[in-house]
């Protein structure tokens, strides 16, 4: 090898090196110039979480549930979205998640309730065939879009937050409410880890 040709071998070296460390999880850097511009356009490396409130459920999520912290910055990032998209809070919809599959998005119940947030197929069937049929219920961004739909939808054929998450679990006769008050507890868990952070 010629000395003239180890900069060159050095530079490429120290490239890789840095394209591999921008993919671990442990390095953040500070402002997208931080690292190499080629590895931020390279396919296979994972999108940059949108805010902190993302961020900080995401580690929490994928901590509580022992899931891989890219997978659920995924389906936090897809609530977020749908949350949005059908003028629901995000924080109700990762609650309805976490009682609901535990942010497994292959989990299906005895009743045929399946993927992230337990959607029986046989009752939205005209929903479903707009996302390409009932295999569209075990991709996680599927599943959470149109479970984001049917839970507005119940919120706003029943007229209230409490009654639209019984209608949703099927016990919308519970006077109890159990269930609403269980996913309405969760969410106020996941609002307090996002308040706890901000005041860190």
């Known amino acids: ?30 402002s997208p110039d931080a690292a190499l511009g080629a590895c931020a356009a390279q396919p296979g490396f994972a999108a940059e979480t949108p805010d902190r409130s993302q961020a900080v459920l995401s580690r929490y999520l994928s ?17 977020y979205d749908a949350a949005r998209d059908v003028g ?3 924080l109700l919809l990762l609650a309805v998640i976490s009682v609901e ?9 005895v009743m045929g309730a399946r993927g992230l947030m337990q959607i029986i197929p046989k009752y ?7 996302l390409g049929g009932e295999a569209a219920l075990w991709d996680p961004e599927a599943n959470i879009r149109l479970g984001a739909l049917i839970l507005q939808e119940y919120v706003s ?6 009654a639209g998450l019984q209608y949703y679990n099927g016990a919308f006769w519970d006077g ?3 269930y609403a008050q269980k ?5 106020a868990r996941l609002m307090d880890v996002v308040r706890e952070d901000a005041g860190a």
């Open 88 to 90: 629901l809070d995000p």
């Open 63 to 79: 901590r509580r549930f022992l899931i891989a912290n890219e997978a659920t910055q995924r389906m936090v990032g897809a609530a």
């Open 124 to 130: 939205h069937q005209a929903k479903l065939v707009g």
């Open 183 to 187: 996913v309405l507890a969760e969410r």
């Open 1 to 30: 090898m010629h000395h003239r040709s180890q900069p060159v071998v050095f530079a490429v070296a120290t490239a890789a090196l840095m394209c591999a460390l921008a993919a671990d999880d442990a390095y953040a850097p500070e």
């Open 157 to 162: 054929r029943t007229g209230t937050l409490e």
């Open 101 to 109: 599959s535990r942010f497994n998005p292959i989990a299906e119940s």
């Open 176 to 178: 109890r409410a159990l």
